[in-house]
């Protein structure tokens, strides 16, 4: 069963910092690209960053380039996003995404809320 796990959101203020992690089980985790997506209640889910499987590239929205930054660890199954100099409107629920067959796999998000 396919498990993807966020941890490492929380309470920021603006120009802060935090880690998200996410931890994946289920699936051969270094054969899938990941994503990490962000959404604030009543809007539409917004991409954040991806990551191909071997971590050699990745890509990132306008709205956090320069400031995020994804990587991941294919010995422990994991991905994380490096968010600095935090503003308001990062305010969201952070999810994890794995483009898995037969269907695509989520997590349930982390909270992450920069506000002073």
């Known amino acids: 069963q396919v498990q993807l796990v966020e941890s490492g959101g929380g309470l920021a203020h603006p120009g802060g910092s935090l880690r998200l992690s996410c931890a994946a089980s289920?699936?051969?985790?270094?054969?899938?690209?990941m994503k990490w997506h962000r959404q604030v209640t009543g809007q539409e889910r917004e991409f954040v960053a991806s990551?191909?499987?071997?971590?050699?590239?990745?890509s990132y929205a306008d709205s956090v380039k320069g400031r995020f930054t994804i990587s991941r660890d294919n010995a422990k199954n994991t991905m994380y996003l490096e968010m600095n100099s935090l503003k308001p409107e990062d305010t969201a629920v952070y999810i994890c995404?794995?483009?898995?067959?037969?269907?695509?796999?989520w997590g349930q998000g982390t909270q992450v809320t920069v506000s002073s």
């Open positions: 990551i191909t499987a071997d971590g050699d590239s990745t």
């Open positions: 289920g699936f051969l985790f270094d054969a899938y690209e």
């Open positions: 995404h794995a483009p898995t067959w037969p269907r695509d796999s």
